[in-house]
């Protein structure tokens, strides 16, 4: 008789949307993360499962998909290195649907959210973003 599929850990679904990432195989990523998002809507960690499928929808191009994902996850993320990445997706993934206005908001919000402990790298990304974009 065939064997039921051995049941995932949440922490085994994470990781494995984690390493998809990292090997850029967006589609496994996107499929990891919504498994996740499915099955533990409403485990603490959901919100990294929302970034990590905002993050694969963007390294597919599909940046309004992502910029929606990016938004899903910014309402269920408390840890504030992890917001400052997704409101960094965010901001890009508007900049490059030709939403400028909106980005530069989003930028705005992140040097003000962040304004005393922002990380260096993304800084530095926000800023090439501004200047871009024209902010």
Excluded: K
């Excluded at 191009?61 to 997704?86: K, Y």
């Excluded at 980005?103 to 919000?109: I, L, P, T, W, Y």
Aim: with cysteine; net charge positive.
């Amino acid at each position: 008789p065939a064997q039921a599929p051995a049941v995932r850990t949440q922490a085994q679904i994470l990781t494995a949307a984690q390493q998809a990432l990292q090997r850029r195989d967006w589609a496994t990523a996107e499929r990891e993360a919504q498994a996740f998002i499915a099955t533990y809507p409403r485990d603490p960690r959901v919100g990294e499962a929302y970034h990590i499928r905002a993050q694969a929808l963007s390294g597919r191009g599909e940046h309004m998909q992502a910029a929606l994902a990016f938004d899903d996850a910014r309402s269920r993320v408390t840890d504030r290195s992890r917001r400052q990445d997704i409101l960094l997706g965010l901001g890009r993934s508007l900049g490059a649907i030709n939403e400028r206005a909106s980005a530069c908001e989003v930028f705005r919000q992140l040097a003000s959210d962040f304004h005393t402990d922002m990380r260096p790298d993304v800084r530095e990304a926000m800023e090439r973003e501004r200047s871009r974009l024209g902010c």
